[in-house]
């Protein structure tokens, strides 16, 4: 099987774009082609050009580069990786497409056109090849009728989720002519290479994740207009309670669009005239007139909510599903809620709300639903999966649920569920029946919290379970046994081969006092000749937020500032010696990497990145300065290196460092972490978040493999540049200040930043200790955790999650 280096993506509309930016992201030669204009435009007209011009007929092609280019959020990891799309057209271009060892059509849904394309690509297309359809509504089979047995044996349906960057799921269905090592090289290359969470779905309308999730909406609006629910009671009991996204139903219709909904809906109306639950598939007459009016939700301004401002600000008037007038917010107030959120553990809070459905009415709208979906999902397996797992997966990495359905049915209990749904009038499958018959009384098997089997309809049998090779699941290491010490905010696990990993599972892993507890234990135990490296990372949704602003908050609420600065003085201290640490330690940072989270990282001696890190050192926007090593590790490695160099003057390296921080500048990619000098060039960058631990621990091992040698026991000197650098960076503070960019503080804030960087009151430039850096750090830390303004920052941030500029 050709080993897929150059991509050819043929539509270059939205979704088609967002794949052809992946694919650039991910470093591989992209060509993206459209259809050439039939008839000039005016402008074209008005210049005399012809439609033999190589620029009109590239004219859409490259109007959907631009349009790559200019999304927000940002399709491209870097603005440079658009350098890699070469874009075309298909009556020049064609040879691109012969050139390539991916060919993926996101043309327009109409299988005539479809059908057309794929007769051409067949014609030039080289042996091993695979050609893929994004489609999200045509039958995969149908696309690939007609077309030679080689064509047919390299094609499948590739269906990614929009925007193709952000979202993690990607859909692969095979037809009964795919070859096995077709898909199986597709698979590996999703996985690996895009950093996509891969599920096999089979060739049935929507597939997995649209079918089951639109499912879930279409019986949430039923059930809500049968029974008088409020958009806002629907929204307030649908989202994180049970473990959906904030936006939940009506405010997540809004997002995606009311049309966009309707024509998935109506796909499964049209294409699924079997399905026992069909006139579910129907859009309700509200939602009809809505259509009528054009209310299509965010795109539109007007949806289910639409945005009024008034003597109260900014609010979100929510619709009235009996007259579609929009009517004054009024928060609902359920006393199951209070109860549920006090259950912290999902499956928990999930039986405790199913189970009191005949007594309430928040519950009996969520018992309702719940039970519906997950009924429905099982049985359409094997219709439209045959893995229980590629459903549940579809469900969190498409929708990011917390919870699949069939994992919904095992915390409600299988056996406890399905005479709920007997008692409703709901149809169990008769495989699930089958396997309670059977005394099988759970979808998955587990071993203390560690997925071991899981049960397969086709075979009526529990089937062993493993993460796919390459990956580590660090709740499953515990679930071994290999958790080693363990406090409400941190573990150390063992990796296996000698690696340990120091894990934070901190609320937003904020940086607290017993992470840094545990960090020590760590170290100490690295000392010990069993261990040869340390792996820093988790597996939450972010890495770090940065240190725990709540709990410095009440310390110097409660007039302990020494015991604040103490706290600070020890994790630098911390920090440092990871950095000095005489075996490895490498970092791996994912989601958000914000102020300690990113000096953390900058103590390793190696960095595994997530692409998607969104690093940035913010402390500024808090009223202090980073103090655990930040600053001192940025002149160490961007100011340093130019006072080295015979002639070169680091002062601009200076003011970009200078600048980088004060402007509390967070990257959008690991690649722009890089450019803003929070990852290093020998660091690397992972696509599949899913995989950084273990290629982490890959890292870790190289570097010992290669006689890791350990910075010198006292560090390295840095260059401070002294009076001469702050007077320059003075001078930058003056002329924003004067330009009212910035406040009086402001001005303090960054006035100290500017000190700590140039290493003080130095009448010239010298090389100065690493902790002579890390003192003027903490006494800068230390004076401004008093200060009155810098507090009421913190405040904010606690309060309100915005910065307050005072």
Not at 118 to 128: L, Q, Y
Not at 437 to 442: E, I, P, Q, R
Not at 542 to 553: E, I, K, R, W
Request: aromatic fraction near 6%; glycine fraction near 8%.
């Amino acid at each position: 099987m050709t080993r897929i280096q150059k991509v050819a993506v043929i539509g270059a509309g939205t979704m088609g774009g967002g794949i052809a930016a992946l694919c650039a992201n991910a470093g591989l030669q992209v060509a993206l082609l459209d259809v050439a204009p039939e008839q000039l435009n005016d402008e074209e007209r008005a210049r005399g050009a012809s439609l033999d011009d190589r620029a009109v007929r590239n004219r859409i092609v490259a109007a959907g580069l631009a349009r790559l280019k200019a999304a927000r959020p940002a399709a491209l990891a870097v603005p440079e990786r658009a350098e890699a799309i070469t874009v075309g057209n298909l009556v020049d271009d064609m040879a691109l497409v012969a050139a390539a060892d991916w060919i993926i059509e996101v043309i327009v849904e109409r299988l005539d056109a479809k059908r057309a394309l794929m007769e051409r690509i067949d014609a030039v297309r080289h042996p091993g090849s695979i050609v893929s359809s994004n489609t999200s509504g045509i039958p995969i089979a149908d696309i690939a009728a007609g077309r030679s047995d080689s064509f047919r044996a390299h094609f499948m349906g590739t269906h990614f989720f929009n925007p193709p960057r952000y979202l993690y799921l990607l859909e692969v269905i095979p037809t009964a002519d795919t070859a096995p090592a077709a898909l199986a090289a597709m698979v590996q290359f999703a996985d690996e290479r895009l950093g996509k969470g891969v599920v096999i779905a089979r060739d049935r309308p929507n597939f997995i994740g649209n079918r089951i999730f639109n499912y879930a909406g279409q019986v949430t609006v039923h059930y809500a207009l049968a029974h008088g629910y409020s958009v806002e009671e629907v929204d307030a009991l649908t989202g994180e309670l049970i473990g959906n996204p904030r936006t939940a139903t009506f405010r997540l219709i809004d997002l995606v669009g009311l049309d966009v909904m309707q024509h998935v809906t109506q796909n499964v109306y049209e294409a699924a005239p079997d399905d026992e639950e069909r006139e579910l598939f129907r859009v309700p007459a509200p939602l009809a007139t809505m259509l009528q009016r054009g209310w299509l939700g965010n795109k539109a301004g007007v949806g289910f909510y639409r945005e009024v401002r008034g003597a109260a600000g900014r609010e979100f008037w929510p619709l009235d599903l009996t007259t579609l007038e929009h009517v004054a917010p009024r928060k609902p107030r359920f006393d199951l809620v209070t109860r549920a959120r006090r259950i912290d553990v999902l499956r928990d809070r999930l039986r405790f709300i199913v189970d009191r459905a005949d007594d309430d009415r928040a519950a009996a709208l969520l018992a309702e639903t719940l039970l519906r979906t997950v009924a429905y999902a099982a049985r359409r397996v094997p219709e439209i999966a045959d893995r229980l797992i590629d459903v549940d997966n579809a469900m969190r990495w498409g929708f990011n649920q917390q919870l699949g359905p069939f994992e919904v049915w095992d915390a409600i209990g299988v056996a406890h569920g399905a005479e709920l749904m007997r008692r409703r009038g709901i149809a169990v499958a008769g495989w699930v029946e089958a396997m309670l018959a059977a005394g099988v009384s759970s979808f998955y098997q587990r071993e203390h919290g560690r997925v071991t089997g899981v049960y397969d309809p086709l075979t009526a049998q529990v089937v062993p379970y493993a993460p796919p090779a390459g990956m580590i699941v660090l709740d499953d290491l515990r679930g071994a046994g290999a958790e080693l010490a363990r406090n409400p905010s941190a573990s150390i696990l063992d990796l296996g081969d000698g690696v340990l990993c120091l894990e934070f599972h901190a609320k937003v892993n904020a940086i607290d006092p017993l992470i840094d507890e545990m960090g020590r234990t760590a170290l100490r135990m690295l000392a010990d000749d069993r261990w040869v490296a340390l792996v820093i990372g988790n597996q939450g949704s972010d890495f770090s937020a940065g240190v725990n602003l709540a709990v410095a908050a009440m310390s110097v609420a409660q007039g302990k500032i020494d015991e604040v600065r103490q706290a600070g003085r020890a994790t630098q201290q911390l920090f440092q010696a990871i950095r000095l640490s005489p075996k490895p330690v490498v970092a791996a940072p994912h989601g958000r990497v914000l102020g300690g989270g990113v000096e953390i990282c900058l103590a390793a001696a190696r960095r595994v990145a997530a692409a998607e890190s969104y690093m940035g050192l913010v402390e500024l926007g808090v009223g202090l300065i980073p103090g655990w090593g930040g600053c001192k590790e940025f002149v160490r490695r961007h100011v340093s290196p130019h006072a080295r160099l015979a002639g070169i003057d680091p002062l601009p390296a200076l003011q970009r460092v200078f600048e980088t921080i004060a402007l509390a500048k967070v990257s959008e990619s690991a690649e722009q972490a890089r450019a803003l000098g929070y990852l290093a060039e020998d660091d690397r960058i992972v696509m599949n978040r899913a995989r950084l631990i273990a290629e982490a621990k890959r890292e870790a091992l190289a570097l010992v493999a290669a006689g890791y040698v350990a910075p010198p026991a006292d560090g390295e000197p840095v260059y401070a540049i002294g009076r001469r650098g702050i007077a320059a960076l003075r001078i930058g503070i003056h002329a924003m200040r004067t330009g009212g960019y910035i406040s009086d503080y402001d001005v303090r804030l960054a006035t100290e930043l500017a000190t700590v960087l140039c290493g003080g009151d130095l009448s010239v430039g010298q090389w100065v200790s690493e902790q002579y850096l890390l003192d003027l750090e903490f006494a800068a830390t230390a004076r401004l955790i008093t200060e009155p303004r810098t507090q009421a920052r913190i405040m904010a941030i606690l309060q309100d999650g915005k910065p307050l500029r005072n």
